[in-house]
């Protein structure tokens, strides 16, 4: 298997770390040259083990956000995660997480649903910003 040299920095729930251990909706922002995107939204149990889980394919497949062997290497981009909202009940969860998908478009997601674009996309979508 490839080793990716993944060199961007993270922000892994730095001012909410112990408030991630449980369930709720969270942000994964992408940050450089003092703009931001948000990335991706997603809602979880265990946001905390989810977010986790989602650096992991990362590192293992750049694409997985949309980043390519050269954006995944750049050393002047950050990747933050951070916890929106804490709410326990899935129902409310999932409704959350698609107002919030809806209101904020990330990059890497439809705009209307937890969907993902296509690889393709999301590389084109996150190349446009970080130029």
Known sequence: M???NMNIRIDFFQSDLIQ???AGIYEISIYKNNQSKVLYIGESVFVLVRCASHLYELNKKPEYFGFTEET???SSVTLKFRLLEKEDKKDLRKKRETELIKDKKPLSQSGISDYQKSVEDK???LTSFLN
Do not use: Q
């Open 123 to 125: 590389i084109l979508e």
């Open 20 to 22: 991630a251990i449980g």
């Open 2 to 4: 490839k080793k990716t």
């Open 72 to 74: 995944i290497g750049d």
